[in-house]
């Protein structure tokens, strides 16, 4: 069979830039916690927001209070 080749998907990956939902930075990763003790964001209707790992850590302190 032939065809044209489709790239694997960590190539994919690789050219979509990842952009914080908070600070809005482009960045190497995002985060997003969904589930914790007594924290189940699966459950409550929301828009989903992903995190860089700065904004992730500031957030994770805020939930806990900390």
Do not use: I, W
């Amino acid at each position: 069979m032939h065809g044209r080749e489709e790239p694997a998907a960590d190539e994919v990956e690789k050219n979509v830039p990842l952009r914080c939902d908070f600070c809005g930075q482009e960045v190497p990763s995002v985060r997003r916690v969904a589930l914790d003790h007594d924290y189940d964001r699966l459950q409550t209707p929301h828009r989903e927001r992903y995190a860089c790992p700065s904004c992730s850590e500031r957030k994770e302190r805020s939930r806990r209070g900390l």
